[in-house]
């Protein structure tokens, strides 16, 4: 199924070779929003985190099997991830394996990356958090792999994983830093 036009192909195809309004991301949001519009998800989207929930529901749970998703020096190389993707595609894998074994790609490279910042700094404890987070099936299956890998997880339990939390920070942040909030 095809949802560009040749035109619309053609556009894209010419900003990815130029890198005209491209710009990079860290956001795992977008990297979620590649991965539904690839296997036929919404190509079109109505709120924030439509794909992402999409993704979620729609992963075999039971699926054990995930992409590979190396780490090279400090950068997630995601190329892989795409390439055995599409081939899982052109094989007709069904979106439900897909996204599952994106979801345990993203959690084997957390535990990874996890053991190489442990590697470095001895510390066993990660914070989890950010908007991804909100994904159930990332944290049902996150927490006992890091404990698994010998660390201490810690997450949100009653301040929002997203923005919420992130403009609690910065309030309690700026309370220190004006003397109004005291350790």
């Not at 519009?37 to 992402?52: F, H, P």
């Not at 892989?80 to 897909?98: G, H, K, M, S």
């Amino acid at each position: 199924m095809t949802y560009l036009s040749e035109q619309e192909k053609s556009v894209v195809f010419h900003q990815v070779q130029s890198r005209f309004n491209t710009p990079l991301t860290s956001s795992m949001g977008r990297l979620f929003d590649a991965v539904a519009a690839l296997i036929g998800l919404y190509q079109e989207i109505s709120y924030e985190t439509q794909n992402a929930i999409r993704l979620e529901t729609i992963a075999d749970p039971d699926e054990a099997s995930a992409y590979d998703l190396p780490i090279d020096q400090d950068l997630i190389l995601l190329k892989p991830l795409f390439e055995q993707i599409l081939i899982d595609l052109a094989q007709n894998t069904a979106p439900e394996l897909i996204s599952a074994k994106f979801h345990n790609a993203i959690i084997q490279m957390g535990v990874e990356a996890s053991m190489l910042l442990r590697k470095e700094s001895g510390i066993d404890t990660v914070a989890i958090s950010g908007g991804v987070w909100q994904n159930k099936l990332l944290v049902k299956k996150t927490i006992p792999a890091l404990e698994k890998a010998g660390f201490k997880p810690l997450w949100h339990h009653q301040v929002p994983t997203n923005d919420g939390g992130v403009a609690l920070g910065q309030l309690v942040s700026a309370l220190f830093m004006t003397g109004l909030l005291k350790e």
